[in-house]
């Protein structure tokens, strides 16, 4: 395989049941690349990153990271791997009787490999990046949206990870909120020349945040390009999917 490749699925079945999920799912996410994930809601896009974490392994084919298979990775190795892969979760999931600092730092403290003085140094640092330094003795029930999300996004970052996946990063938020957290992947993709893996519906954040898009349909990969060969498509699907209309070959 690539050296350059740092995510592959190959031939990848996912079922629930007698319901498939993914069908036959191939691709590869070269590192530093920044990919968005498109499609309906159920339409596997969580599952998919619930595999490179190895919440799941697929029922057959290949899910590699870094050419290392996973489902055939051993326990103690995987936890290196984890470490390697920082997640961002739809709700954020901040624990609520932590400290925003305590939050951010949870997994720094749970590794036991920094001393407490450099997990404060980690934790300020992370904190200043997604603009939140003053808000590190506040409970998330003191902050809004937007800033829950950026302190999921400090916690996500703390382990310097190669890989940064987001699930739904703007579900819930204000059109301007939204835009600021789009910024801020974009940025942090930059700056700390991660591999970005962003599971979305909000068209908008889609085409900012990604150089690349894969959508996801009927179970399969039903598209796999630029945003500009996306928007310039005249595949129906796609076209019902970006304008958002009822109307077209997408039905509930």
Not at 79 to 86: A, F, H, L, P, Q
Not at 223 to 248: H, N, R, Y
Request: hydrophobic content about 40%.
């Amino acid at each position: 395989m690539e050296n350059n490749v740092c995510v592959e699925f190959v031939d990848v079945r996912k079922a629930f049941g007698a319901q498939p999920v993914l069908d036959g799912v191939s691709f590869k996410v070269s590192r530093g690349e920044s990919v968005a994930i498109i499609g309906r809601s159920g339409s596997g896009k969580s599952v998919m990153l619930k595999h490179i974490i190895r919440l799941m392994s697929p029922d057959s084919g290949r899910v590699l990271y870094g050419g290392q298979d996973l489902a055939e990775t051993p326990d103690h190795e995987l936890v290196e791997v984890r470490r390697k892969i920082g997640m961002l979760f739809q709700s954020a999931a901040l624990f609520d009787s932590m400290s925003v600092r305590d939050n951010v730092g949870l997994g720094l403290r749970e590794s036991r490999r920094y001393k407490k003085q450099e997990i404060e140094r980690i934790v300020a640092e992370k904190l200043r990046m997604v603009g939140l330094e003053e808000a590190g003795s506040k409970y998330p029930s003191e902050l809004s949206g937007g800033m829950r999300k950026r302190v999921g996004l400090a916690r996500a970052i703390a382990n310097d990870p190669d890989v940064l996946l987001y699930d739904e990063p703007t579900t819930g938020l204000d059109p301007v909120t939204a835009d600021v957290i789009d910024d801020l992947i974009v940025e942090l993709n930059t700056k700390l020349s991660v591999t970005s893996i962003v599971v979305t519906h909000d068209m908008k954040s889609a085409f900012k945040i990604a150089r690349r898009v894969i959508m996801l349909y009927q179970t399969k990969i039903w598209f796999d390009g630029t945003p500009k060969e996306l928007q310039e498509s005249k595949d129906p699907v796609l076209q019902q999917f970006i304008t958002g209309s009822a109307i077209g070959p997408i039905r509930m």
